[in-house]
T-cell receptor
């Protein structure tokens, strides 16, 4: 079965640079979520989109922005990167009508040096 | 505030049964999820409870008591590959998408 696709899988950036993470949800899923997971920590919800509109917002810094496109893929844009942004960034998707179980992608490991 | 508690670590023997508990205190409740996560990998969905009772899925079962703010994940016939972190997550309102995760329970299965 098709899964959530994230790219790139690994990304190394320097402080103050920008990064763009991409997420392609499972086909027919209409909702996308972004989570940040630091080393040894639990995933922290950043933001979500339903039918291309922002549906919920969590602890996403103002330096970050995201959007969902007409083909339902989503991009997380991160600017003025800081060392503390180094983490695993997971995208998850769900089909709202089916109860909202979220299926996670493999993650993008971002390292800021 | 939101609080989800799980034991930090557990150990068990191959072939045995283990129960991982989760207690939650959230402003609302609209479902509890269990995920399995191997180190450096994505969380994998295991189960979803929104009503009280037991949900069974093969070797895995999950129980929920909303009045007690309590859930457990039961793993039977443990296999070495079950060594992983198990995350309890709560959706705290009907009109929200976000999941609030516990810090996870690291399970080690020994031969």
């Amino acid at each position: 079965a098709a899964g959530v696709i994230q790219s790139p899988r690994h990304l190394i950036k320097e402080k103050r640079e920008t990064a763009t993470l991409k997420c392609y949800p499972i086909p027919r899923h209409d909702t996308v979520y972004w989570y940040q997971q630091g080393p040894g920590q639990d995933p922290q919800f950043l933001i979500s989109f339903y039918e291309k509109m922002q549906s919920d917002k969590g602890s996403i810094p103002d330096r970050f922005s995201a959007q969902q496109f007409s083909d339902y893929h989503s991009e997380l844009n991160m600017s003025s990167l800081e060392l503390g942004d180094s983490a695993l960034y997971f995208c998850a998707s769900s089909y709202y009508v089916q109860g909202g179980e979220q299926y996670f992608g493999p993650g993008t490991r971002l390292t800021v040096t | 505030g939101q609080n989800i508690d799980q034991p930090t670590e557990m150990t068990a023997t191959e072939g045995a049964i283990v129960q991982i508990n989760c207690t939650y205190q959230t402003s609302g409740f609209n479902g509890l999820f269990w995920y399995q996560q191997h180190a450096g990998e994505a969380p994998t969905f295991l189960s979803y409870n929104v009503l009280d009772g037991l949900e069974e899925k093969g070797r895995f079962s999950s129980f929920l008591s909303r009045s007690k703010g309590y859930s457990y994940l039961l793993l039977k016939e443990l296999q070495m590959k079950d060594s992983a972190s198990y995350l309890c997550a709560v959706r705290d309102a009907p009109n929200t998408d976000k999941l609030i995760f516990g810090t996870g329970t690291r399970l080690q299965v020994f031969p």
